[in-house]
């Protein structure tokens, strides 16, 4: 029985493991894209939610991290914005039909910021 439990476990661990894995490296993209490009792009204004917690602004931060793409500087950041676009079917299916989400239009660098604490709490949820 305790052989059954441990790998019961240790299955549920491997299957976990990918998106944590994933989480932390769009985390270390985000970072090394903020670094980087801070100044690059302190002109650029991004609708950004006011509350990153409000279930009626996960497309705001879809479509944000889209304008962010368009952006020519941050095309050495494909890598991250393609494994950011696989965490959409994970974030939305769940939603109802989204309500208003307060926003407001902010510099590149807090749409970043705010993009890595929606990152994280995302990366908890998955823990849980």
Do not use: W
């Not at 894995?21 to 670094?35: H, R």
């Not at 879809?62 to 994970?90: D, I, R, Y």
Request: include cysteine.
């Amino acid at each position: 029985m305790k052989t059954h439990l441990y790998l019961l476990l240790l299955a549920a661990g491997i299957s976990a493991a990918p998106q944590m894995s994933s989480m932390a490296e769009l985390l270390t993209l985000l970072q090394q894209m903020y670094e980087s490009m801070a100044k690059d792009i302190q002109n650029l204004r991004i609708e950004t939610p006011d509350d990153i917690d409000d279930v009626n602004c996960v497309s705001t931060i879809f479509e944000g991290t889209e304008q962010l793409k368009a952006n020519p500087a941050m095309k050495k950041f494909s890598v991250f914005f393609q494994k950011f676009e696989g965490l959409k079917p994970s974030r939305t299916p769940h939603l109802p039909k989204e309500g208003k989400c307060d926003t407001e239009r902010k510099n590149a660098t807090t749409f970043i910021e705010k993009l890595m604490t929606f990152i994280r709490k995302a990366s908890r949820n998955a823990r849980a």
